[in-house]
């Protein structure tokens, strides 16, 4: 059976993995969740998080699992390519879940150009600009328009600010140690955060050994839990044979 680390993306925390992992385990799979610094329990100041920091936390938990993981990151998965690119001998393939699949050089912020302005309107700047906010229609219309209403009001108590600073660091990623790491993308049709266009812009430009669609939003953990946990086990039994 395969180990899953679970990498969570902007605004969010661990708890978005919560309808995949039992899931997963009741496969017999093992799964590991953390927050990144900053988010949810975790108390660091958003302030002064760098990307570093993000790469830093990710690292530690791959290198506390026995085995090699499958590396999984939502979103925000300029993050898990680096984590690839700094020890990909611990990382058993790469699954980009709605995520940013950048090119060495690039930052998080490159693809922004390419996001739906009506989703940047409802991004809410902190004064100093250091974090930002999701608006609460940004969470409800673009964030989790196809979650369960249920969810979706739990979501809204529990989202972060995001430090922006992580979003300005160049990725450093190399053919002989990130290039070496299987790569897989999930891609959501109905993304209205990252969209369609953009998911297949990124990922045809540094191709994956295979690309998986779900009719779902840019949250499939919660608008489409069975067809991602599908997925994410059948990408262990690619990565077993």
């Not at 979103?75 to 680096?82: A, H, L, R, V």
């Not at 660091?169 to 790569?183: C, D, K, Q």
């Not at 209205?192 to 994956?208: D, F, G, N, T, W």
């Amino acid at each position: 059976m395969a180990t899953y680390v679970f990498v969570h993306g902007s605004f969010q925390a661990a708890w978005c993995w919560r309808e995949i992992v039992p899931r997963l385990e009741c496969k017999g799979h093992r799964c590991v969740t953390f927050d990144l610094p900053g988010h949810g329990n975790d108390q660091a100041p958003l302030e002064s998080i760098k990307f570093e920091d993000y790469v830093r936390a990710v690292t530690k938990v791959v290198e506390s699992v026995p085995e090699a993981s499958i590396l999984v990151g939502h979103s925000m998965t300029g993050i898990i390519s680096q984590v690839a690119e700094k020890i990909p001998s611990r990382v058993s393939c790469l699954v980009y879940v709605a995520g940013l699949l950048l090119q060495d050089g690039q930052t998080m912020l490159d693809p922004v150009n390419d996001f739906d302005p009506a989703y940047l309107a409802q991004i809410v700047w902190a004064p100093d600009g250091k974090t930002a906010r999701l608006s609460e229609v940004a969470a409800r219309e673009f964030g989790y328009p196809m979650s369960p209403a249920s969810v979706v009001e739990e979501i809204l108590l529990r989202l972060t600010a995001e430090p922006v600073a992580p979003y300005e660091a160049h990725l450093e990623i190399s053919a002989p140690n990130f290039g070496r790491v299987t790569r897989y993308y999930v891609e959501c049709l109905r993304d209205r955060v990252i969209p369609l266009s953009l998911q297949r812009k990124m990922h045809s430009a540094l191709p994956c050994k295979r690309v998986y669609s779900i009719d779902a939003d840019h949250s499939p953990f919660f608008s489409a839990p069975d067809e991602l946990t599908s997925i994410l086990s059948s990408i262990a039994d690619a990565e077993s044979h």
